[in-house]
């Protein structure tokens, strides 16, 4: 007989969709040492409560699923968003031929041949034990298909992780319940993520298993452990087959609403359910539809598939059909919703604006999501996983507000917002990065020295001058009298206070007004934030032409981006300690360009300022071509949350959102012969690319419905209303496009 494990087969479901066309284990072939996308296969549904992943790693190891690794541990319910944040609310499940719980000794053997992995199933062949296993996710629950292969040897492996835990079998329901503490840090002291799990096939057999100790128990007894590390193994029955279906969900609020979130599950049919994800995820990619080169549209749905998956909705429906939450900040059940698990660090540059522009129902909901955040815990995040954390700089909560906002999102309390991010500017909260750290001597010297302990204050000052911009346009849109616009308005200039015209680059000051004196612009010092000074000094997205003259003019300007570019990639090395970031920029042999982290993403397009756009055009083409590809090593450094993705999915549309909280978006070089996004409100954006070849990558002519256009930018609100866009493509660069001001995109000092 032929066993088929491919579960939920395309052929025995139709037509092929955008889902068919996602590899999600792009990223997965990554390590401490170098990142092509530090990813997992998240197998789940979009912006899900909870993902599945196969564990590869041991428990606790960011490292979850590697695609070099052998062996699988486990099937693990997982909101990591990262490895170097790691994960929480983590346990794992694991089908086993003999009763045995130890993470090694439970460890089987796998075959990427025998594994199918797709964003609502994944299926794959336990070799060691002998067993086909298939599951399926809801938002907050899933539905496991075990195929075990021998009677008498069908066994179950839960583990509820290490950190203090607890489960408890009750043989009488079939039922098992237990909870996970495991986190890595932003949860309250009342932090537990409940789960049960019920299968179709009678308890026969169990033993808890307590720090390590396995102690077997009658069949019919109910039992509970709670331990530092508790877990179970169970045995099943199968006198009624050999095919166990397992339905599990979680909460973050109760066991009882674990058993309420179960129901999404219905009649737990598994092939319907597989049929539901598959078709949600073609729905949700199919907001955007592309032609052209396969391998393109692989890396293009790849790299959405990525883009909508976080900030995870972290909300539950109760017994009165209520939209309700545990906050993440102060432990209490409150209404509405609450999202987590992006750094607005990364997704404030284009994940946001994606969102923003495709999907603006789902991102109201997160500005709905930031409000109660800000109410429950006086801040706005700026990494939430899943409450505040320490990570990263800046306080750049304020452009994802603005953004939404400009863009046209409705529905949510902006006044909420606006004082929230008023306050944010001028306040810290203690022990994380929420808020301004050293706005202080922000708001006194107009930049963070760098002699008075606050490290990478060159990269934070940077951010504080584009955030302040963010504030006050928000600010002015909201109708703020001007008194209250002030600060932000003057403090948006601030960038200029850290340039050090002798090097016609940003560099660390002291607070005497001293710029260093032994600063060198390829040293990836602690003025900055996993960069160097070649990475940091055009993040000013708000000003380009105020930049442009600060570094001398057009000309200057232009080779001080063509510089980046021819740098030596070795340049900076020496300079500290070596991390990945900069082991990615080294192998790339794109000097100084640095793709793989964010300050540097948006740099090609600011061309568009410049008189050069089609030196964007070519260069975008090469980093679409050479540093993503749908493959297990397919990103150039973390994908983080979906920023670098989402990078992909606007340039490969043609267009990019070089400074969220305008509603301008620089023009690049469209990679498919056409493309069209469906909105929401069923309007729909043609982009036609006649020509468009993999030499033939520079525009020649343009035009927005039916009209020639000479602009380097589109607008959101001609976007929106619906637009036919016509490029025709070229092989040689047309120099003389973008070259009057007036079709240049936004910059603050020109525009005031
Ligand atoms: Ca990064």
């Given at each position: 007989m032929i066993t088929v494990l491919g579960l939920c087969s395309i052929p025995s479901m139709g037509q092929q969709g955008p889902v068919d066309h996602v590899n999600v284990l792009m990223g997965t072939m990554s390590k401490f040492e170098l990142s092509t996308g530090n990813t997992y296969p998240a197998i789940a549904r979009p912006w899900g409560m909870n993902f599945w992943t196969p564990q590869t790693g041991k428990m606790g190891d960011g490292w979850t699923y590697t695609y070099t690794a052998d062996k699988i541990r486990g099937f693990k319910q997982t909101h990591q968003p990262s490895p170097w944040m790691n994960d929480y609310g983590q346990f794992a499940i694991m089908p086993v031929g003999s009763p045995v719980f130890d993470q090694d000794s439970r460890a089987s053997w796998f075959s990427h041949k025998a594994e199918t992995a797709t964003p609502y199933s994944y299926s794959v062949y336990l070799a060691d034990h002998d067993i086909s296993v298939e599951l399926t996710p809801t938002e907050r629950a899933a539905k496991f298909r075990i195929t075990y292969s021998e009677p008498g040897h069908a066994y179950l492996v839960i583990d509820a992780f290490d950190n203090g835990s607890y489960v408890k079998v009750i043989p009488e329901e079939n039922l098992v319940i237990g909870y996970t503490t495991k986190n890595t840090g932003g949860v309250p002291d009342n932090f537990r993520n409940w789960f049960v799990i019920r299968p179709d096939a009678k308890i026969s057999y169990i033993a808890t298993v307590s720090d390590g100790k396995v102690t077997g128990h009658p069949a019919d007894e109910t039992v509970e452990v709670e331990a530092g590390h508790a877990g179970a193994v169970i045995g099943f029955d199968t006198s009624s087959g050999l095919t166990v279906g397992l339905e599990t969900a979680s909460s973050f609020i109760s066991a009882d609403q674990a058993l309420l979130?179960?129901?999404?599950?219905?009649?737990?049919?598994?092939?319907?359910?597989?049929?539901?994800?598959?078709?949600?995820?073609?729905e949700v990619l199919g907001r955007i539809e592309v032609e052209g080169d396969i391998d393109d549209i692989r890396t293009f749905y790849s790299c959405l598939y990525r883009s909508v998956l976080f900030p995870r909705d972290f909300s539950e429906i109760n017994a009165a059909g209520e939209r309700v939450h545990y906050s993440p900040y102060n432990g209490k059940v409150l209404p509405g919703y609450m999202?987590?698990?992006?750094?607005?660090?990364?997704?404030f540059r284009c994940l946001f604006p994606l969102l923003n522009l495709v999907y603006p129902d789902m991102g109201a909901k997160m500005q709905e999501g930031l409000v109660n955040a800000y109410l429950e815990s006086g801040f706005l995040p700026e990494w939430a996983s899943p409450g505040h954390r320490s990570c990263?700089?800046?306080?750049?909560?304020?452009?994802?507000?603005?953004?939404?906002?400009?863009?046209?999102?409705?529905?949510?309390?902006?006044?909420?917002?606006?004082?929230?991010?008023?306050?944010?500017?001028?306040?810290?909260?203690?022990?994380?990065?929420?808020?301004?750290?050293?706005?202080?001597?922000?708001?006194r010297l107009g930049y963070i020295p760098c002699n008075t302990g606050i490290e990478k204050n060159v990269a934070r000052t940077l951010e504080y001058a584009y955030n302040d911009w963010c504030i006050y346009t928000l600010g002015k849109r909201l109708g703020k009298p001007g008194k209250q616009l002030e600060q932000y308005r003057k403090n948006a200039m601030n960038y200029r206070n850290v340039y050090n015209p002798e090097f016609r680059l940003m560099c660390g000051r002291d607070d005497k007004g001293d710029f260093r004196s032994d600063f060198k612009g390829t040293d990836w010092s602690w003025d900055f934030c996993e960069g160097n000074s070649w990475h940091w000094s055009f993040c000013v997205f708000h000003d380009p032409a105020g930049l442009i003259s600060l570094m001398g003019g057009e000309d200057s300007f232009n080779r001080m981006i063509d510089s980046t570019f021819v740098i030596p990639s070795f340049m900076g090395m020496e300079s500290r300690g070596m991390i990945h970031e900069?082991?990615?920029?080294q192998v790339m042999d794109m000097g100084q360009y640095a793709h793989g982290n964010q300050p540097i993403q948006h740099l090609v397009y600011l061309y568009d300022w410049s008189g050069q756009p089609w030196k964007t055009q070519m260069h975008v083409r090469?980093?679409?071509?050479?540093?993503?590809?749908?493959?297990?090593?397919?990103?150039?450094?973390?994908?983080?949350?979906?920023?670098?993705?989402?990078?992909?999915?606007?340039s490969a549309l043609g267009f990019y959102p070089v400074c969220p909280g305008t509603d301008e978006y620089a023009i690049g070089s469209p990679l498919f012969r056409s493309a069209t996004i469906n909105l929401p409100d069923g309007k729909k954006i043609r982009i036609e690319a006649q020509g468009n070849s993999d030499s033939d990558i520079y525009i020649g002519d343009m035009e927005v419905n039916g009209r020639k256009y000479g602009k380097t930018y589109l607008t959101h609100k001609d976007l929106t209303a619906g637009a036919e866009i016509s490029f025709s493509m070229s092989g040689t660069p047309d120099t003389g496009r973008g070259k009057k001001k007036s079709d240049r995109p936004y910059s603050f000092s020109t525009a005031e």
């Open positions: 979130n179960m129901e999404e599950l219905g009649d737990g049919d598994f092939d319907r359910l597989c049929r539901e994800g598959r078709d949600r995820w073609n999202f987590t698990d992006t750094g607005f660090w990364d997704t990263m700089i800046g306080n750049n909560s304020a452009s994802v507000v603005a953004d939404a906002f400009v863009k046209g999102l409705k529905g949510y309390d902006i006044e909420t917002l606006w004082k929230a991010v008023t306050h944010g500017a001028n306040a810290e909260l203690e022990g994380t990065d929420a808020g301004r750290k050293g706005f202080e001597e922000y708001n900069m082991r990615e920029m090469e980093i679409m071509d050479r540093l993503y590809s749908a493959t297990p090593d397919g990103y150039c450094g973390d994908e983080d949350n979906g920023q670098t993705s989402a990078w992909y999915v606007f």
